[in-house]
């Protein structure tokens, strides 16, 4: 069977890789929009967690198998299309991600001073559509509203040492602007309570442990909690006992800070406030604060829901960024989209209504989850997957072309492939780029200078 994958984010690779393991003969193709591999491994871990990045090892391993194919900087649904590849292949997996972010849906969102996390995030880890973002970092006070792991990344992004941050893969123009940045005040802002957070307790102890920044948490958020955390599962315990003993704790520096020394960089969560308007300078062209309605909780645990009291609140700050998810696109009018969840319709990743073709991680599940997550989630996929082809239900007696037909396509319409030794290429130059510089690599961010680079 020839199988043919979209996306070379985990989701696609780790369904690559469960398929070729659990079938001896299967051959399997991977397509990638930009010159490079990886996905969100590559632009959406933070560049202070390199180990969490070790997972490429394994996927280069999978693109270096003599089954697998590697195909970059091709557009599915503009290069070629959904119904080309199923002509070429025996089954389509779709495993393209979240390519967009959520919108506030509030006035003033488009003010300049208001990022979207996935463009922040985008622009300090090399992604080629965010590098001309150029975002404003002249103000002491930042906003970022959501509470989820993506949100702390940017937090400690902001308020990290630069000699923290020049030994990482940041970009070099990122880091240029870390470090004129005058931001020293960082608040993240929840619709909901603590008991509501979705960041996990590694990403939030990095945060306190964070070298000269300091934790402001307000005791009073936490009253009653322990008793209210009781039944709760052992993460979200130890979670919001952390936040907790946070709260409560007087440091050393608070007491140097009371007695006129100089307060050192400082960050704090705060809760039950849902943005109602991004507010505008006097002149009206940028952000000055966002306009919060207070809330209170209706039911509890996960399923708690923000209801506005009618009180509001003014929050002042210069830079906003928004970090309530990613979404989800649909990538061609022959697929399914179910367009008010952002996912393709599937079930156990088998689209609905389009036999022969499946969907992994983001896309089909959406935004949630860490690697680990869309691991077993691509798994599941590839089960169902090799589930159909044992039980008949796909057919592979037609015999089909796989990339032998595409490459035709491409070339009629003067597309040129990148394989996975021309990334190898690109790699090593980043990598040396890097060296030069103290830095595990130097990610170049202009696709043409990729292609350069091997010969395009």
């Given at each position: 069977p020839r199988v043919c994958v979209v996306g070379s984010g985990p989701a696609g690779f780790y369904t690559a890789q469960h398929i070729l393991k659990h079938h001896g003969g299967a051959l399997v193709d991977i397509y990638e929009k930009l010159p490079v591999p990886f996905g969100l491994v590559r632009f959406g871990v933070a560049p202070d967690h390199p180990e969490v990045k070790n997972v490429t090892n394994t996927f280069t391993q999978t693109a270096r198998s003599g089954r697998c194919g590697f195909y970059g900087n091709i557009t599915v649904g503009r290069d070629v299309t959904v119904p080309e590849l199923q002509q070429a292949y025996h089954a389509v997996v779709l495993s393209y991600g979240a390519e967009d972010n959520r919108v506030l849906g509030i006035p003033g969102e488009n003010l300049p001073g208001v990022y979207s996390a996935r463009a922040f995030v985008g622009w300090y880890n090399g992604l080629p559509e965010n590098q001309d973002l150029k975002p404003d970092l002249s103000c002491e006070t930042a906003l970022i509203l959501g509470h989820g792991n993506v949100a702390l990344d940017i937090a400690r992004i902001l308020l990290s040492p630069l000699q923290l941050l020049r030994k990482t893969d940041i970009t070099d123009s990122s880091l240029?602007?870390?470090?004129?940045?005058?931001?020293?005040?960082?608040?993240?802002?929840?619709?909901?309570?603590?008991?509501?957070?979705?960041?996990?307790?590694?990403?939030?102890?990095?945060?306190?442990?964070?070298?000269?920044?300091?934790a402001v948490l307000d005791p009073a958020d936490?009253?009653?909690?322990?008793?209210?955390?009781?039944?709760?599962?052992?993460?979200?315990?130890?979670?919001?006992?952390?936040?907790?003993?946070?709260?409560?704790?007087?440091?050393?520096?608070?007491?140097a800070a009371a007695a006129g020394a100089a307060a050192p960089r400082e960050w704090g969560l705060k809760f039950q406030r849902s943005p109602q308007e991004v507010l505008p300078s006097?002149?009206?062209?940028?952000?000055?604060?966002?306009?919060?309605?207070?809330?209170?909780?209706?039911?509890?645990?996960?399923?708690?829901?923000?209801?506005?009291?009618?009180?509001?609140?003014?929050?002042?700050?210069?830079?906003?960024?928004?970090?309530?998810?990613?979404?989800?696109?649909?990538?061609?009018p022959a697929v399914p989209f179910d367009s008010q969840r952002g996912v393709i319709p599937n079930s156990s990743g088998r689209v609905e209504g389009v036999p022969g073709l499946y969907c992994s991680g983001w896309v089909k599940r959406g935004p949630t989850g860490v690697i680990i997550t869309t691991m077993n989630d691509s798994f599941d996929t590839a089960q169902s997957l090799l589930e159909d082809l044992q039980g008949g239900v796909l057919d592979i007696s037609p015999s089909r072309e796989g990339f032998g037909l595409v490459e035709s396509i491409l070339h009629s319409r003067g597309v040129r492939p990148v394989s996975f030794s021309d990334w190898e290429k690109i790699d090593a130059a980043e990598v040396a780029r890097g060296k030069a510089a103290g830095k595990p690599r130097e990610k170049i961010v202009d696709p043409a200078e990729m292609l350069r680079i091997i010969g395009h």
């Open positions: 240029a602007a870390l470090a004129c940045s005058k931001v020293k005040r960082v608040w993240l802002v929840g619709r909901r309570g603590p008991l509501q957070v979705a960041f996990t307790i590694k990403e939030l102890r990095e945060m306190i442990n964070l070298p000269g920044a300091r936490f009253k009653g909690l322990e008793s209210a955390v009781k039944d709760a599962s052992r993460p979200r315990k130890r979670l919001t006992e952390l936040m907790i003993k946070t709260a409560l704790e007087k440091p050393v520096e608070m007491q006097a002149d009206g062209r940028r952000a000055r604060g966002v306009r919060m309605a207070l809330t209170r909780l209706e039911g509890s645990g996960d399923s708690a829901k923000a209801i506005p009291t009618g009180d509001v609140e003014e929050l002042e700050c210069g830079l906003v960024l928004s970090s309530i998810g990613y979404r989800s696109l649909p990538l061609d």
